[in-house]
């Protein structure tokens, strides 16, 4: 099962909208609305963001927003702030019952 | 509040083995599917192995099929990863993970480390 493919990297300014990509295949991302978003700031454990391709859990800004289209779902995060900045992974359910991560994208708030 | 706090990493030399565990407290630990999620130094997630509420249901990444064994203890509210034949790959920082009720976690441990090397 490869991974799910992200943008290495992204970058926006502060009050900016980004989107970030993961694109996987009809095995995992195009069968599945399993898709989710953790965020993980630097020496942290990652966080839930989205679960589902588009539910936020409790706590979670609504700035996090989630999406999905046949085989690449997004993360859209909007009015971005300083803290934002961080590692996002999306993840996938598969086809062969596990899962599967996207390689990650390296947000800059500049 | 939901805590998840792994325990049992370090350094281990190529072809040996390991006991990760993860104690769980904050919840009803026997209600929720567990999983292991690995990082290697620098590097992306990985997806290790799940384990269903009464453990009859398992699955495991490829890579580690046949050398790694998950379990889990209910009474004692813990999870546990059984790493055998350990390769110099498998260096990363083991994190236990809670499922939410469907395919994704939602509470992370702080994760331990393991490093296989000679």
């Known amino acids: 099962q490869s991974a799910l493919t992200q943008p290495a990297s992204v970058s926006g300014s502060p009050g900016q909208s980004i989107t970030i990509s993961c694109t996987g295949t009809?095995?995992?991302?195009?069968?599945?609305?399993?898709v989710s978003w953790y965020q993980q700031h630097p020496g942290k454990a990652p966080k839930l963001i989205i679960w589902?391709?588009?539910n936020r859990p409790s706590g979670v800004s609504n700035r996090f927003s989630g999406s999905k289209s046949g085989n690449t779902a997004s993360l859209t995060i909007s009015g971005l702030q300083a803290e934002d900045e961080a590692d996002y992974y999306c993840?996938?359910?598969?086809?062969?019952?596990?899962?599967?991560f996207g390689g990650g994208t390296k947000l800059t708030v500049l | 509040e939901v805590q998840l706090v792994e325990s049992g990493g370090g350094l281990v030399q190529p072809g040996g083995s390991l006991r990760l565990s993860c104690a769980g407290s904050?919840?009803?630990?026997?209600?929720?599917?567990m999983s292991w999620v690995r990082q290697a130094p620098g590097k992306g997630l990985q997806w290790v192995a799940n384990?269903?509420?009464?453990?009859?249901?398992?699955h495991y990444v490829g890579s580690v099929k046949g050398r790694f064994t998950i379990s889990r203890d209910n009474a004692k509210s813990s999870l546990y990863l059984q790493m055998n034949s350990l390769r110099p790959e498998d260096t990363a920082v083991y994190y236990c993970?809670?499922?939410?009720?469907?395919?994704?976690?939602?509470?992370w441990g702080q994760g331990t480390l393991v490093t296989v090397s000679s």
């Open positions: 993970a809670r499922e939410g009720g469907g395919h994704y976690s939602d509470y």
């Open positions: 904050g919840f009803t630990f026997s209600s929720y599917w």
């Open positions: 384990i269903k509420q009464d453990a009859g249901d398992i």
């Open positions: 009809s095995s995992d991302v195009g069968v599945y609305n399993s």
């Open positions: 589902d391709v588009s």
């Open positions: 993840c996938s359910y598969t086809t062969i019952r596990t899962w599967v």
